[in-house]
């Protein structure tokens, strides 16, 4: 059974960092697609982040680029999300997703659309002014 587990969430002032985890346990590495979504009250949900871990590619929202970094440790089977110069904007659910996906080129443009297999519980971000 896969199971995406986040952490890292949590509140902090304007200005201020957050790095979150997303540990994947029963995960095939054949999975090669994983992202960060949100989800602020009253809104869609809304892709972070992305990594095609298998070239390491990286695709960011507009709203995040500069500020957001996402990685993955493959001996860690783990994502991780680094929020930078956070804005109280970014208070929001923040989700893991992983699937399989064909090609980074598919992946660089479909992958905040791409419906993915697999999700975690979600980890909360707070940032105040």
């Known amino acids: 059974q896969v199971q995406l587990v986040e952490s890292g969430g949590g509140s902090v002032q304007a200005g201020g960092s957050l790095r979150l985890s997303c540990a994947a346990s029963?995960?095939?590495?054949?999975?090669?697609?994983m992202a960060w979504f949100r989800q602020a009250p009253g809104k869609e949900r809304g892709g972070v982040a992305a990594?095609?871990?298998?070239?390491?590619?990286?695709f960011y929202a507009d709203s995040v680029k500069g500020r957001f970094t996402i990685s993955h440790d493959s001996a860690k089977n783990t994502v991780y999300l680094q929020m930078n110069s956070l804005k109280p904007e970014d208070t929001a659910m923040y989700y893991c997703?992983?699937?399989?996906?064909?090609?980074?080129?598919?992946?660089?443009?479909?992958?905040?659309?791409?419906?993915?297999?697999?999700w975690g519980q979600g980890t909360q971000v707070i940032v105040s002014s």
């Open positions: 029963g995960y095939p590495s054949s999975r090669n697609c």
């Open positions: 990594i095609y871990t298998s070239t390491g590619s990286t």
């Open positions: 997703a992983a699937d399989r996906c064909p090609t980074w080129t598919y992946y660089r443009d479909y992958w905040p659309g791409h419906e993915y297999k697999y």
